[in-house]
Each structure stands twice: as C-alpha cells, then as structure tokens.
C-alpha cells in the first residue's frame, strides 16, 4: 500500500489542526484506506460517535479514490450515507472507498464503507464528484504534505 499525502488544516487530515481526525490514508492504486479511531469527543448521542463524523470520513475517503484513480482533486457534489451499526467511541473502524465511475470527467461517482476490524459493516455511501478547476488547486496544493508526483500537471 502506498501512502497518500496528507495537509497541514484539513479537519480529517489535517497534521496542524487541533480539533481534527489527523486521519492518514494508503491506496494499493484503486482502494484507499484509512483506520479511525472515534474518541469521547467525536460522540452525539451518548456513547455513540456523531453520524456526521461518519459521514465526513466516508467523504474525505471518497475524495481521496476519486483523486488516486483520475489524478485530480474533487469536489462533493452529492453524498449518501446509510447507516446500519452504532458506532462507539474508542473502536478501531477500517474505512475503504473506490471510484466506481468517471463521466467524461465532468462527475465522478465513488463508494466508502467503514467496517470494524471484525468486518461488521456500520455504514456505507455513495457520493458524486466534481473535478477542482486548476485555478482553484493552488491553494490546495500549497497544503499538501508528502508525495504529489501522481496529480495531473495542472493540479500539482
């Protein structure tokens, strides 16, 4: 597995972001993963974390295979997300995520799971993406902390 950079604010990335996941992300070249470790912090309803810090990984890890497989950076048009376990804090969950289509490079679909190490599926999603314009990628790029050879040249 190869790993993917990583940036200094993102709030699931970001190294230099106080309240963020600082979540690291690898890829064998079509699958991306990550390992989150859901802390007290990160809970809605007592004792279990907050959908939408699932939600927020499930998109993130969706970026990042539509980014690895087109070589280009995504904006989240559209997003589903099923939820289908509780998850409690200070539980290791295995979050996957693949490009599941690319359309002409106007949108690009993918899908994320997060599963415990056990493999019990707690939620699953969908989502659409846009493709970040390169006047828009500077900014972004500056972020980038790790390798970024494998972008596009107008988005490295």
């Not at 990550?34 to 993130?60: C, M, R, S, Y």
């Not at 493999?119 to 006047?135: F, M, N, Q």
Request: proline fraction near 4%.
């Amino acid at each position: 597995m190869q790993s993917l950079p990583h940036t200094h604010s993102c709030f699931v990335c970001g190294e230099s972001n106080p309240a963020g996941l600082k979540l690291r992300f690898e890829t064998d070249g079509r699958i991306v993963r990550t390992h989150f470790h859901p802390q007290t912090q990160h809970v809605g309803f007592k004792g279990v974390v907050h959908g939408g810090i699932i939600a927020t990984v499930l998109d993130e890890i969706m970026v990042w295979a539509c980014a690895v497989q087109t070589r280009q950076f995504a904006f989240c048009a559209e997003m589903s997300v099923r939820f289908l376990q509780p998850l409690t804090p200070g539980n290791e969950v295995i979050v996957t995520g693949e490009l599941t289509a690319n359309r002409k490079n106007r949108i690009y679909e993918a899908k994320a799971e997060a599963r415990t190490v056990s493999g019990v599926r707690l939620a699953e999603s969908t989502g659409k993406y846009i493709p970040i314009k390169s006047d828009q990628i500077t900014a972004m790029k500056d972020e980038l902390i790790g390798d970024r050879s494998w972008l596009k040249s107008d988005q490295e």
